[in-house]
Each structure stands twice: as structure tokens, then as C-alpha cells.
């Protein structure tokens, strides 16, 4: 074998077939050889075997695009293709509608969005009109004034009263619970056999009766005389701070309200709330404010007839 057939041998792909045909040594279509000498040495080895060994070369990608370009196979071009990726589209998104078609569920007949239709109903005209209320401002020059009300809350001091049939489920679960878990004879895990009295259970005023001192009760006096003017009443409910105003500046008379003011130059919105609560209550109460932010903002037309420190 010559010095260029083994080079060839190295750079190709060799496949033996049992074909006991010709004799021979066939080579890709890629592959050249150097001089017919060698051609004449392989075959001479070749022709002394039994058989048939052929040679592939691999296949380039140039070589791919050369016979496609020989067998006539025509590329799909961008539209084509671009149209054929919408199609697929299309297909999936109607296999997709046609399975939510065929799912039965809860909300097919309900109505939907009612809660957020409600809310778009009032806030699309409250937006409206306060944007028409801005350009008015801005149109005759008058700055807008900022009165700030705060909403002071006790939380409750007691627990709050049960109702009848929580009681009546509260004493049944302390009478079971007085059984603890029953084990199987064998285990050895089992108490003694109980006697009737341990399953016996004392009522709220046999445990008060037992303590060690006497609770406080949950009727104040306020509570009897009617006193609304203190905190010591009403424990086992939230409690809200009202202000009587005066007749003056209002056109209705007298009302209960909230604590305001209107915000001084360079003062935060807590910190009048606070000024506000003080110059009602004086400055024995304290306060914890949750956040800096308001709760509600509201905005509404001055009144002419209403006094202008209101």
C-alpha cells in the first residue's frame, strides 16, 4: 500500500460490507488521490480480499448545499416560513380556546369583576371631580388648605362576651378533654380506672372563687352612670375619641366630629394630627401612630358661608 492510500484511509470513515461481488476499494466523491500509481496499489491489495470495502467521506455542509442544488430542492423561503410559524400559532391558540370550551366550571353563569365594577363606578366620577376642583383652584389663584383629622381608638381592655352556644361548646370540650387518650390493656400506658369526680368541671365562678385575688370587674361605674367622658368604660369593645363643636361655623349647629386643625407652614401631617388630639384632649393622652400616611384624603369646596379660620 502506498504512502498516499494509507493518508486517504486515515481521513475517511471505513464501512465493510459482506457483498461478495466485485472486488474493490470505493472512495467518496471528495477524495483525491495523488498519482495513479497509488490507485494501482490499492486496487491490488483490495483484489486479494474476499470482500467488498467501502470508503464514505463526510459530508460538509457545502456539500449538502451542492446537492440540494443538484437534486432541485427548493429552501422555503422567510415568508413562507415566517407564514408558516403564524399558522402554528393560530393552531394552538384555537386547540387551546376549544379545551377552555370544554371545561366545566363554577363561574361559566356567574357574574364576574362585580366588586371591581362597583369601585370603578364611584372613583372614575370622584377622579373627575378632582381634577375639576384642581383647575378651578388653579384658575382663580386660591392655594389649597390642608385640615388634617385623627381617628383615636382604644383597643379592647377585656375579652369580649361569648355567645350561648360557644359556651355550651367550650364546657363540652373541657368535659372530654378530662378523659384524656385511651390505650390498648396490653400497653401498661393506661392510669388507673378515674372516678366520677375527676371528670367534674368547675364553672368560671368556682375558678374566680379560687383565685388568689380579686379580678376587676368587666361593668365599670362609668358603665352604670353613663359617663361617656372617660376611658374606663365599655372594656370589651373599641372605643372611638369624638369632639362636641360648638354652633359656631357650622350650619347644621352643634355635631359630634373628629379632632382637627389645619396644617401649619412646615409641619407634617402627623404632627398636626398630634397638635390636634392635644388642644382637645390636652396632653395627658398617648398616642401611637401606626404610619405616616393618611387614611382617606378628601377634597371639597370652601364654603363662603362658613367662617375662614374653619
Not at 471505513?14 to 495513479?36: E, M, R, V
Not at 449538502?64 to 437534486?71: E, S
Not at 355567645?163 to 393506661?190: H, V
Not at 412646615?266 to 394630627?273: C, F, G, V
Amino acid at each position: 500500500m502506498s504512502m498516499c492510500f494509507r493518508q486517504a484511509a486515515r481521513r475517511t470513515l471505513l464501512c465493510t460490507a459482506g457483498s461478495t461481488s466485485k472486488q474493490g476499494i470505493k472512495f467518496g466523491t471528495h477524495h483525491h488521490l495523488h498519482n495513479k500509481n497509488s490507485v494501482a496499489a490499492a486496487a491490488a491489495v483490495s483484489s486479494s480480499s474476499s470482500t467488498t470495502t467501502t470508503v464514505f467521506q463526510r459530508e460538509f455542509s457545502a456539500a449538502k448545499k451542492k446537492q440540494a442544488v443538484n437534486n432541485k430542492i427548493k429552501e422555503p423561503t422567510y415568508e413562507e416560513r415566517k407564514e408558516a410559524e403564524k399558522k402554528l400559532r393560530r393552531e394552538t391558540w384555537e386547540k387551546k380556546q376549544a379545551r377552555l370550551d370544554r371545561l366545566k366550571t363554577r363561574r361559566d353563569h356567574s357574574p364576574k369583576d362585580v366588586k371591581k365594577t362597583l369601585f370603578r363606578s364611584w372613583w372614575d366620577k370622584e377622579l373627575m371631580y378632582h381634577n375639576k376642583l384642581q383647575r378651578m383652584a388653579k384658575k382663580e389663584g386660591k392655594p389649597w388648605r390642608i385640615r388634617v383629622a385623627a381617628m383615636v381608638e382604644r383597643l379592647p381592655v377585656v375579652t369580649p362576651d361569648v355567645e350561648e352556644w360557644e359556651q355550651d361548646y367550650i364546657d363540652l370540650r373541657d368535659f372530654l378533654m378530662t378523659y384524656g387518650k385511651e390505650y390498648p390493656a396490653e400497653t401498661g400506658f393506661m392510669f388507673a380506672p378515674d372516678k366520677p369526680e375527676d371528670h367534674v368541671v368547675e364553672s368560671d365562678e368556682e375558678l374566680i372563687a379560687g383565685l388568689p385575688f380579686t379580678p376587676a370587674p368587666r361593668e365599670t361605674e362609668a358603665d352604670a352612670s353613663g359617663d361617656v367622658k372617660t376611658l374606663d368604660r365599655q372594656l370589651k369593645t373599641r372605643l372611638y375619641l369624638t369632639i362636641k363643636t360648638d354652633s359656631e361655623g357650622n350650619l347644621s349647629g352643634p355635631r359630634w366630629t373628629l379632632p382637627s386643625t389645619l396644617v401649619e407652614n412646615n409641619e407634617s401631617l402627623l404632627a398636626a394630627a398630634e397638635r390636634a388630639v392635644s388642644d382637645s384632649v390636652g396632653s395627658d393622652l398617648k398616642l401611637w401612630c401606626p404610619s405616616n400616611a393618611p387614611m382617606a384624603v378628601n377634597m371639597r369646596v370652601y364654603n363662603n358661608k362658613l367662617p375662614e379660620s374653619f
